[in-house]
């Protein structure tokens, strides 16, 4: 299992998307009296204003489950939620349990596994806000749990991951894409999602563990243009730009300047501050040839989900048979197959 926590201030935005008609709401389980959203609104509400200033107590954890596991049985989930709730230490606060069905007209597509929500009072009902210190750590921890516990699919934690996992978002847009290519609708590849591509640039660029000016030459002959935060002389921080889209590194895995120096490149200030100030100048860093990366080294899929990564080959292979039946024969290039377009 996944999960993703979100806080915000408004309980009737996230109860009308929970219990939209279009997404097949079924409520799981609740502590709450209110049978409509009106009265569900009004009671989260009136619990909430008891701590004035508390101005996000609208807390939304989503938790999607592994295509693998199939149809996921209603006590299994309820079973989930419930230990989510009371090992975070919300087991005093007003919460909702729904699961959402599988098609999704709002992004035309069909989701390939089971999901549901839990929105939960960050207000208990005495007036206390509860701290949620960690709850994002501690979340994963209750999910492993309960994976072994339910025989569900073993999800690797965010520490234990090579790269960040892509946003939902990005997950839908490239999903869509590829499933438009399926059906014809689209004649360009799917693309990949532009912070996918970076994090795939960084890791390229250091292999090996290279010197820190190799490796901000090789970002620059992959298009990504590293920028290099300095204060009071000293290197603070990094950011990156690929098109037109910058991310700061401490928002990738192992890639803020301080993650970088300790996992992935060699930093000697006397040797690799010309390049710093080359980079941040715009200016291009000499590299020899032989120690340059290209993308044809990078495989973008496994920095997706599985299931996309699935889809993909899929839709590769039945691009590969059609081409052996028109042309008649087996020797299929590569080239044939369906790859993410860099």
């Known amino acids: 299992m996944i999960g993703n926590i979100t806080t915000g201030s408004y309980f009737g935005g996230l109860v009308n998307y929970l219990l939209d008609p279009t997404k097949a709401p079924q409520v799981i389980d609740t502590n709450l009296a209110g049978s409509d959203r009106n009265t569900l609104i009004w009671e989260l509400n009136a619990c909430a204003a008891q701590r004035p200033s508390c101005k996000k107590p609208v807390k939304h954890i989503s938790i999607g489950l592994a295509p693998s596991d199939g149809e996921v049985d209603f006590q299994?989930?309820?079973?989930?939620?419930?230990?989510?709730?009371?090992?975070?230490?919300?087991?005093?606060?007003?919460?909702?349990?729904?699961?959402?069905?599988?098609?999704?007209?709002?992004?035309?597509?069909?989701?390939?596994?089971?999901?549901?929500?839990?929105?939960?009072?960050?207000?208990?009902?005495?007036?206390?806000?509860?701290?949620?210190?960690?709850?994002?750590?501690?979340?994963?921890r209750i999910l492993r749990e309960k994976e072994l516990e339910h025989n569900l699919t073993i999800v690797a934690s965010s520490q234990q991951r090579s790269h960040k996992a892509p946003s939902n978002g990005q997950v839908q847009r490239i999903m869509k894409e590829v499933s438009d290519y399926e059906a014809g609708t689209r004649t360009e590849r799917p693309r990949?999602?532009?912070?996918?591509?970076?994090?795939?640039?960084?890791?390229?660029?250091?292999?090996?563990?290279?010197?820190?000016g190799l490796f901000l030459a090789r970002l620059q002959k992959l298009d990504i243009d590293p920028k290099l935060r300095i204060e009071l002389g000293q290197v603070t921080g990094i950011s990156y730009r690929l098109q037109?889209?910058?991310?700061?590194?401490?928002?990738?895995?192992r890639s803020s300047f301080r993650q970088l120096v300790k996992h992935r490149v060699d930093y000697d200030p006397q040797r690799d501050d010309v390049t710093i100030n080359l980079a941040n100048l715009n200016q291009k860093i000499r590299l020899e040839d032989e120690l340059e990366m290209g993308w044809e080294?990078?495989?973008?899929?496994?920095?997706?989900?599985?299931?996309?990564?699935?889809?993909?080959?899929?839709?590769?292979?039945?691009?590969a048979v059609t081409q052996q039946q028109l042309q008649g024969r087996r020797d299929i290039e590569n080239n044939n197959k369906l790859e993410l377009e860099y």
Do not use: W
Not at 197 to 210: E, H, N, V, Y
Not at 299 to 304: N, S, T
């Open 244 to 253: 037109d889209f910058k991310v700061r590194g401490c928002k990738l895995h």
């Open 76 to 140: 299994v989930i309820r079973d989930v939620a419930c230990g989510i709730v009371n090992n975070l230490g919300y087991e005093n606060n007003q919460y909702l349990v729904v699961r959402h069905g599988r098609i999704d007209p709002r992004h035309d597509r069909v989701h390939g596994h089971t999901h549901f929500h839990i929105l939960i009072n960050g207000v208990d009902v005495e007036g206390k806000r509860v701290r949620d210190s960690y709850d994002k750590r501690r979340l994963e």
């Open 297 to 319: 080294h990078s495989d973008l899929k496994k920095y997706l989900p599985v299931s996309v990564g699935k889809k993909i080959k899929q839709l590769s292979n039945r691009s």
């Open 192 to 212: 990949a999602p532009i912070m996918v591509k970076i994090q795939a640039g960084i890791d390229l660029a250091s292999k090996g563990r290279p010197s820190l």
